[in-house]
């Protein structure tokens, strides 16, 4: 498998190490008042994880399955709710973590759901930002690292659902997708 990378952008040691820099935010911001971290199935996985992990106050957590793209490298321009929350947001100080914002999209949809259904309030906390992709005007609160307009796998992210268990972020090789 990792011989199908052509260049690591973002390396195990550098994730771990923001997430525990950005578990410490969390921390000090939300001591005491119980939030939502709401993750973005299958991407964020792997980042939930390893960030709530250095949350060091209570909180809940909850899954959300939307898709924006077809499991091939293009947006279909279309929100899907593929799995719903459990849980109420209403009157919830919600954190959304998502693993990567493209188009802006997807999230732009959850924050409109979310203040629909009464949210007290929302944090985006995105590993990736790809802000040459935007076509919505949504800005993540916290981002992790900045990614170039490339096609990037691993650590929650897929091409064609592989990939998505490598540790570190990713380019492929051009001859792994046929171009
Ligand atoms: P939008 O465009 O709605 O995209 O902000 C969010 C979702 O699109 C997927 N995405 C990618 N997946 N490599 C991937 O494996 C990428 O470079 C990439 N860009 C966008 C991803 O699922 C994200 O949650
Ligand atoms: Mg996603």
Do not use: W
Not at 35 to 60: Q, Y
Not at 67 to 72: E, K, N, P, T, V
Not at 134 to 148: C, L, M, N
Request: hydrophobic share 35%.
């Amino acid at each position: 498998m990792h011989n199908e990378i052509e260049k690591i952008l973002i390396s195990e040691e550098e994730i771990q190490s923001k997430c525990k820099e950005l578990g410490a935010q969390l921390t000090e911001e939300y001591e005491g008042r119980f939030p939502l971290a709401i993750g973005v199935l299958k991407g964020a996985m792997p980042f939930m994880g390893d960030l709530l992990k250095r949350v060091e106050t209570h909180l809940e957590m909850d899954f959300m399955d939307v898709s924006s793209y077809d499991g091939g490298m293009r947006s279909t321009g279309e929100v899907k709710i593929v799995k719903d929350l459990d849980t109420s947001v209403e009157g919830r100080d919600l954190i959304i973590v998502e693993d990567i914002i493209d188009s802006g999209l997807t999230l732009s949809y959850l924050v409109d759901l979310f203040k629909y259904r009464k949210a007290k309030s929302i944090k985006i906390v995105t590993l990736l930002d790809k802000p040459e992709g935007r076509t919505s005007h949504i800005k993540a609160d916290t981002v992790g690292f900045e990614v170039p307009d490339e096609f990037v796998v691993g650590y929650g992210l897929d091409y064609n659902e592989k990939y998505r268990n490598l540790p570190y972020i990713g380019i492929l090789k051009p001859e792994v997708y046929g171009g």
